[in-house]
């Protein structure tokens, strides 16, 4: 019992997280605050701390990552949600019979993880 209703828990997170990545690699403004502004970011630092003594390069690529982070994790998840609302689906999302917190955890994970990736990129590029 207790088996089958961590393996439908599991398939749940699944199917939400294959859901918001589908809808994430088709937003421009997700793509934009992985790819594109810790870049800018990072590149407008390290030319404001071009004649200082001190290296900061590893506080420029800490701060850009950071800004991932943040993006993804913040924006994202609070977007998610309201863009359920906004089409009209969040009442329907929570009369489902699956376990709210495990529909959301499946959604937030995809925030968590791009964020966990985009900083990762960060630092290879940093």
């Known amino acids: 019992m207790i088996r089958q209703r961590i ?3 599991l398939n749940v997170i699944l199917i939400a997280f294959e859901m ?3 809808q ?3 937003d421009a403004f997700i793509l934009f605050g992985m790819f ?3 870049l800018i970011i990072a590149f407008l ?3 404001m701390l071009r004649d200082q003594v001190a290296n900061y390069a590893i506080f ?3 701060g850009s990552g950071m800004t991932v982070l943040w993006t993804t994790l913040l924006f994202s998840s609070g977007n998610s949600i309201t863009g359920e609302c906004w089409i009209g689906t969040l009442p329907y999302l929570f009369g489902t019979p699956s376990n709210r917190m495990t ?3 499946g959604r937030t ?3 968590i993880f791009d964020g966990m990736l985009g900083y990762a990129l960060d630092w290879g590029g940093g």
């Open 109 to 111: 994970f995809l925030h």
């Open 45 to 47: 630092a390290l030319w």
């Open 7 to 9: 393996r439908l828990s």
């Open 103 to 105: 529909l959301f955890f």
């Open 36 to 38: 594109v502004q810790p």
């Open 24 to 26: 994430n690699l088709t």
């Open 20 to 22: 918001e990545m589908k």
């Open 60 to 62: 420029v690529a800490v």
